[in-house]
């Protein structure tokens, strides 16, 4: 990006340069897309930008702000970023509204959204338990996202009795 706020080209990932990480909103007219022929089907705008801008001298432009990101792209991200969060405005615990969590029960680093019961002796690490989900008793996990099996599952999740389980 130049002075003006002119992209000028892409740095790729791991390439050492100096560059800037693209989050947010953008906001195109029209004609950037006339290019593209009618029924194509884009994953990511990613590869028109480098010919509009070797065409198109100041057509992409960006603003730059110095604020922090957080991504959260990932479960795994979005527990790092909750905690950290959390963490900063000083809750020592992530617990949704009205969870029922037994007292012999332990939570490390493990986020509750509302309605979960967390039964006793139950053990939860670094594991996000989504809305209404029961966590049985005296049962252990570590690096996973809980959720209340409702028979849909999704690619990479298993349904172990009534919680369907998926690797953060």
């Known amino acids: 990006m130049d002075g003006a706020g002119c992209i000028t080209g892409r740095v790729l990932r791991g390439s050492g340069q100096p560059s800037y990480h693209f989050i947010g909103l ?14 194509t089907q884009y994953e990511s705008v990613a590869a028109l ?19 922090e990101f957080l991504d959260i792209g990932t479960p795994a991200d979005y527990l790092d970023s909750a905690l950290l969060i959390g963490a900063r405005e000083g809750v020592s615990r992530d617990v949704g509204a009205r969870c029922r969590i037994a007292p012999t029960a332990q939570l490390h680093r493990s986020i509750l959204w509302d309605d979960v019961v967390v039964e006793a002796g139950a053990v939860l690490r670094d594991t996000i338990v989504t809305d209404g989900a029961r966590v049985p008793a005296d049962t252990s996990w570590h ?9 849909h599952g999704v690619d990479g999740e298993k349904q172990i009795g009534d919680i369907a389980v998926a690797p953060l």
Do not use: N
């Not at 953008?26 to 029924?39: G, W």
């Not at 930008?49 to 604020?67: E, F, S, T």
């Not at 690096?143 to 028979?151: F, K, S, W």
């Open 26 to 39: 953008q906001i195109v007219e029209a004609s950037a897309f006339d290019s593209v022929p009618p029924d």
């Open 49 to 67: 930008y480098p010919a509009l801008i070797a065409q198109r001298p100041g057509a992409v432009r960006a603003w730059r702000c110095d604020a």
């Open 143 to 151: 690096g996973v996202t809980l959720r209340r099996a409702t028979g």
